[in-house]
């Protein structure tokens, strides 16, 4: 397994120490820009669909503190509920609650007695079910002390809001994996109600085994199931196929698996919905050469192949090889080189209300490196830029109720997304 400096696709020495890797990984910081890959001219994204696009030029990025003192802090999202309350990840096992900034005393919900934490494992995805405030069930992604993931669904406490039944946990669906790296981890509802995971490729460093492009198997996929939550019941216990799932009706024992949505990921370590379009945004954790950023129109039908490992990015892998007929491959919108990162961080399609210069733009960043970027379309192809250059270990980026944007630093803040200009 070759060595390297970031996490999340590459090793998680410096992860499970918490080293401050946003100031110490000696990256070129007069770097070339990202490079930007346009698709074609049928996916654009919709971006004047609330309000009036943004203008990316008079973006000034800045991050306000919300709330610190977390350890290895993962993920923040909301519950959708309308309560305004944030719920913070941490790697260890634990969510908590924030209410006005504040964190409530007694955690959400304690699993750290079930988590495996060496190396990428732990609690690594959160989601709450579209009628959260109806019927109070919300997923999760662990890893089991095994190191099998696991996707469960819990309910919260019915005498307190802030509190979640810890003895309600339904497991859904468990994965094992063959190595402690490589485990994904996100957990997103689509707009048809539908829960999307994210799997990496089962670790080590390569895909040694292959998964990427197995159609045998869930790791190096993006999957998405039945639990319920789309309006009628699961077609099938404990969760069921979409019928609009690519190859939720196999013709042949050759087609791939029925929970799979996309083939060729190696660590699609957060993605998200443009909660406006529904277009889907996935940012996939490069190996050694590029990190990359693939974007999905809500009207796709799925089946897409990413192309990992015979690509990283756009490029060969491994570097120099032929990877032969890439035709059957969709290649990614945004590819960076490693003078401007080294673990890309998905992010989100901004559709608040307090900084319309930011409307429609997709900000997303990168873990060693710090940086956050903004892009929109721009005529026929894409328009991207630098937004901010900061000392954080970009983790993740998260949603409120209200469409606002976070960012979750991994040395245990949480910040809220701004924009500076007057």
């Known amino acids: 397994m070759e060595q390297r400096t970031a996490v999340l696709g590459l090793t998680l020495t410096a992860l499970v120490a918490g080293v401050m890797l946003g100031t ?68 260890g096992g634990w969510i908590h609650v924030l209410r006005d900034g504040e964190r409530v005393a007694v955690p959400f919900l304690d699993l750290s007695a079930s988590v495996s934490t060496d190396s990428e ?5 959160l989601a709450f079910s579209p009628e ?38 339904q497991v859904l669906l468990r994965i094992e994996q063959p190595y402690a790296n490589h485990n994904g981890g996100h957990l997103a509802f689509d707009p048809d109600g539908y829960l999307m995971i994210g799997m990496g490729d089962g670790g080590s460093g390569g895909d040694p085994q292959g998964h990427g492009q197995d159609p045998y198997s869930l790791l190096g996929k993006m999957l ?11 077609r099938g216990e404990p969760y069921g196929i979409p019928e609009g799932n690519p190859w939720a009706e196999p013709e042949s024992d050759e087609d791939p698996l029925p929970e799979i949505w996309a083939l060729g990921m190696r660590n699609p370590w957060r993605f998200s919905f443009d909660r406006t379009t529904g277009d889907l945004w996935i940012g996939d ?19 897409r192949n990413y192309g990992w490992n015979v690509l990283e990015g756009a490029q060969p892998y491994p570097p120099g090889s032929d990877p032969g007929d890439t035709s059957g491959f ?10 401007a ?27 060693v490196s710090g940086r956050i970027w903004g892009m929109a379309p721009d005529g026929d192809g894409w328009r991207n830029r630098l937004l901010a250059e900061t000392a954080r270990a970009v983790v993740s980026f998260g949603e409120d109720d209200a469409g606002e944007l976070y960012v979750v630093d991994f040395n245990g803040e949480v910040l809220r997304v701004t924009d500076s200009q007057p």
């Open 285 to 303: 954790v490069g190996q050694s050469e590029r990190e990359e950023i693939d974007f999905e129109p809500a009207d796709s039908g799925g089946g």
């Open 132 to 169: 959260y405030k109806e019927n109070g069930r919300f997923y999760i992604n662990y890893t089991d002390r095994s190191g099998t993931t696991v996707i469960s669904r819990f309910s919260v406490s019915p005498a307190d809001p802030d509190v979640a039944d810890g003895g309600s946990e």
């Open 341 to 367: 990162g080294k673990s890309v961080t998905g992010g989100y399609v901004y559709r608040g209300s307090a900084y319309p210069n930011l409307n429609g733009v997709y900000l997303y960043g990168d873990f």
């Open 330 to 339: 969709t290649m990614p919108v945004i590819e960076y080189d490693r003078a």
């Open 24 to 91: 110490t990984t000696g990256c070129n910081r007069s770097s070339d820009p990202v490079v930007v890959e346009p698709p074609p001219s049928q996916e654009h994204p919709t971006i004047g669909a609330q309000g009036e696009p943004g203008d990316l030029d008079s973006v000034m990025l800045a991050l306000e503190p919300v709330a610190t003192g977390f350890d290895q802090p993962l993920y923040v999202t909301s519950a959708g509920d309308g309560s305004g309350r944030l719920f913070v990840v941490e790697k």
């Open 224 to 234: 998405r199931i039945d639990v319920g939550e789309s309006g009628v019941p699961a």
């Open 121 to 125: 494992r732990g609690l690594l995805g």
